[in-house]
């Protein structure tokens, strides 16, 4: 039996005031117009915007996560249970992941969007020697970051491939690309990402699901504050999310703002190119990696000076 799905309808009058906005740069806000997603992480972050931008464009979202308040207030933003419903979803959990894919289908008969973007960066993103590897920790981090994703596109095939569509995507990272711009687990996670969305791609091209990974650069996120902070060697803090996103937009556009033209990447960027892979403009493209980094992975490395 598939899990309940919880959310408030009290968000419908919010959402109201923001159903005109439409896609920076398209005039059509209904890319996704009766489609069904799934999106884990998606209680904050890129999974949070993601769900937003995927409303907006006309599809039903459920959205999952381990962060039950988060997530349930996402989803009542989001119109409540007509629209968006929030479930609970550890992905290092298979039959968890599995529930997730069953209560789309049971709610709304089908999936047509599965965004594996559930993510951890690990016990530190401080630079630190492979003889320092802590092995546990490298454990969680594939546990979430690799076999999260494996799980996700296992379960949402599952799904998809008997109707002979669907779209499965998967967050991947600059770290995955680049060596040195991570931490060991992190890096060496995203890469496998990678590796997991061809394989998988190769297989369910002929069955008509594309499987696409999206690699954002680094973004003003409570995770990407927290990675800022330990790259500065600055003690944790639980300041609010507007502090947070300062010290990261400041750090960017002092160190890096060469790339992308000065232009601070933001969770909304990378939730407009998942709504582009999950539409049907993109009908064509599978296995592909999608770098939304300005430039940063075929620029220079991290903290190396342009001259």
């Not at 209560?103 to 530190?124: E, K, P, Q, Y």
């Not at 092995?135 to 491939?161: Q, S």
């Not at 890469?191 to 791609?201: I, K, L, P, Q």
């Not at 556009?253 to 407009?272: I, Q, S, T």
């Amino acid at each position: 039996k598939p899990r309940e799905c919880s959310a408030a309808r009290s968000g419908a009058a919010r959402r109201a005031g923001s159903s005109s906005r439409f896609l920076s740069g398209s005039s059509d806000s209904r890319r996704l117009a009766g489609k069904v997603a799934v999106i884990t992480g998606a209680a904050s972050g890129i999974g949070k915007a993601t769900a937003a931008e995927f409303v907006r464009n006309g599809a039903r979202v459920v959205l999952a996560d381990v962060q039950d308040e988060l997530g349930r207030a996402a989803a009542a933003d989001l119109g409540g249970t007509d629209t968006a419903c929030y479930t609970r979803c550890d992905v290092t959990d298979e039959a968890q992941v599995a529930a997730a894919v069953d209560l789309a289908v049971a709610r709304h008969g089908r999936l047509d969007i599965m965004f594996n973007n559930a993510g951890i960066t690990g016990g530190s993103y401080a630079a630190a020697p492979i003889e320092s590897l802590d092995m546990a920790d490298f454990d969680r981090v594939m546990a979430v970051n690799l076999r999260g994703v494996a799980a996700g596109i296992k379960h949402a095939a599952r799904a998809m491939a008997p109707r002979g569509q669907g779209c499965i995507l998967c967050t991947s990272s600059t770290a995955g690309a680049l060596a040195g711009s991570g931490p060991h687990a992190y890096s060496v996670s995203k890469t496998a990402v990678v590796g997991m969305v061809r394989s998988a791609a190769a297989e369910l091209a002929a069955r008509g699901v594309r499987v696409n990974a999206i690699s954002p650069y680094a973004i003003a996120t409570s995770m990407g504050a927290r990675a800022v902070r330990e790259m500065l060697g600055l003690p944790p803090r639980n300041a609010g999310d507007e502090e947070e996103e300062e010290l990261v937009r400041r750090v960017f556009e002092e160190d890096f703002n060469e790339m992308g033209g000065g232009v601070v990447l933001r969770a909304e960027d990378v939730a407009r190119a998942a709504v582009f892979l999950a539409s049907d403009d993109a009908r064509y493209i599978t296995g592909h990696n999608l770098m939304v980094d300005g430039g940063f992975s075929v620029a220079k490395p991290l903290n190396v000076p342009a001259n």
